[in-house]
Structure formats: C-alpha cells, structure tokens
C-alpha cells in the first residue's frame, strides 16, 4: 500500500489548505456559508483524493482519485480569483496561493502521466 503521507504533491496540498483556511478566516460573514465554504471545500478535497487515491489498489484508481484532486485545484484556482476580484483578498495574498496551486497541479500530472 502506498503511504500517502509521503508524496511531495499531497504535503504541499495539505498546506494550501492550511493556508487556505487562514486566508478565508478574514472574509466578511456574508461569504461564511457560500465561497468561505466552497474554498475550504476543494482546498481540502485536493489533498484528501490524494489520500484515498493511496488506499486504492490499483494505478487506475489511484489515478482517477489524481483526476479528481486536479479538478478540485482547478476550481480552487478559480475561487482565488473571484475573491481577488471580489476584493475579499489582494493581489499579493492571492499570488502565492495560485503559485501553490500552480505547482500542484504541475505535479499532478506529473504524477498521473507516470501511472498512465
């Protein structure tokens, strides 16, 4: 069984996550049950796919639990976005967290185009 504790990719998720839950601390209340959710929600789904992905049996269905981190980085990234135009963070908040969330993905598809 693989150990999911020990891929880089699933490390640098569960710190974007981290992250993620401090930034969107300072949001306004209005946002706590809507985009405060969803951030929280596909933050934490990246690392945790990854995590499930581990404890299947097979390279395929490791694979397709990668694909699934990959989407939830994808919205992620989109969520950044809209709280950066939304002025619920600034530019220089949301650079390093689109860099995480950049670099996850890059090593994502690293990780799924070696099981494919």
Request: proline share 3%; aromatic share 12%; glycine share 4%.
């Amino acid at each position: 069984m693989r150990n999911y504790k020990n891929y880089s990719v699933w490390k640098k998720g569960h710190k974007l996550t981290l992250d993620v839950y401090q930034i969107v601390a300072n949001y306004p209340k209005e946002e706590l049950y809507s985009l405060v959710s969803q951030m929280k929600r596909s933050s934490s789904s990246i690392p945790t796919n990854i995590a499930e992905g581990c404890g299947r049996k097979s390279e395929k269905d490791f694979a397709r639990f990668l694909y699934i981190a990959f989407g939830s980085a994808n919205e992620l990234e989109y969520q950044i976005l809209l709280s950066t135009d939304l002025n619920f963070i600034t530019e220089e908040q949301g650079k390093p967290l689109m860099f995480q969330v950049e670099e996850i993905k890059k090593m994502l598809n690293s990780l799924i185009q070696k099981l494919n």
